[in-house]
Nanobody, 123 residues
Framework: QVQLVETGGGLVQPGGSLRLSCAAS????????MKWYRQAPGKERELVAR????????SYATFVKGRFTISRDNAKNTVYLQMNSLKLEDTAVYSC????????????????WGQGTQVTVSS
């Protein structure tokens, strides 16, 4: 009964900001690295950001580095993606992803996916 529920998506103008939240339940959240992926229409799914189980270490795709910040609050079982300076090409469905318990954030195996939340950047 693992559940990952993303919220916070919506319509925003270029240069604007959004914060996505992923509420997790049904597992030991603090034991798992977490990741954000995105997929735009007609494009392949791509890894956006990763965070270690403790939140100490983060990693970003080149195309979002300096604009997006991944963070987590283990007391709230929630992972976040703060998105600033949004561009048209950031339009996509953003999904929260659970790593396996005890695995590093760089392990490419993914245990569970959320349903995704739509982010649309448009003028």
């Amino acid at each position: 009964q693992v559940q990952l529920v993303e919220t916070g998506g919506g319509l925003v103008q270029p240069g604007g900001s959004l914060r996505l939240s992923c509420a997790a339940s049904g597992f030991a959240f603090s034991n798992c690295a977490m990741k954000w992926y995105r997929q735009a229409p007609g494009k392949e799914r791509e890894l956006v950001a990763r965070i270690s189980n403790s939140g100490t270490v983060t990693s970003y795709a080149t195309f979002v580095k300096g604009r997006f910040t991944i963070s987590r609050d283990n007391a709230k079982n929630t992972v976040y993606l703060q998105m600033n300076s949004l561009k048209l090409e950031d339009t996509a469905v953003y999904s929260c992803v659970k790593g396996y318990s005890g695995a590093t954030m760089y392990d490419e195996r993914n245990d569970y996916w959320g349903q995704g939340t739509q982010v649309t950047v448009s003028s």
